[in-house]
């Protein structure tokens, strides 16, 4: 499966973005489905996924961050809203052939390029 996060952009502080993950290839149903960031001179880090198994967020993502897919669309998507310039980092969404959601990168085969989102006070 072939993966492109989108949507990205410069918000201030308080505004809301919603990320798009276009899959292509195979239906996202069959795989449990990622969110990470990764923001300068840090880690990539696991926001949350979805899957047949539910939806479930890193106890991390203090805002309200929200999950959702439409597999009709074959598409996934991050709302998120009222960013804080912590929120300031590359997003990529990825997939895992698994039907179990997984916080660490190593279960994920399929990762999209990010798309960068920037946050200004």
């Known amino acids: 499966v072939q993966l492109q996060a989108s949507g990205g952009g410069l918000v201030q502080a308080g505004g809301s973005l919603r990320l798009s993950c276009a899959a292509s290839?195979?239906?996202?149903?069959?795989?449990?489905m990622g969110w990470f960031r990764q923001a300068p001179g840090k880690e990539r880090a696991w926001i949350g996924g979805?899957?047949?198994?539910?939806?479930y967020y890193a106890n991390s993502v203090n805002n309200p961050f929200t999950i959702s897919i439409d597999n009709t669309k074959n598409m996934m998507y991050l709302q998120m809203n009222s960013l804080k310039p912590e929120d300031t980092a590359v997003y990529c969404c990825?997939?895992?052939?698994?039907?179990?959601?997984?916080?660490?990168?190593?279960?994920?085969?399929?990762w999209g390029q990010g798309t960068q989102v920037t946050v200004s006070s």
């Open positions: 979805t899957s047949d198994d539910g939806t």
């Open positions: 990825a997939a895992a052939p698994t039907r179990y959601i997984y916080s660490s990168s190593d279960y994920y085969d399929y």
């Open positions: 290839g195979r239906t996202l149903g069959r795989y449990a």
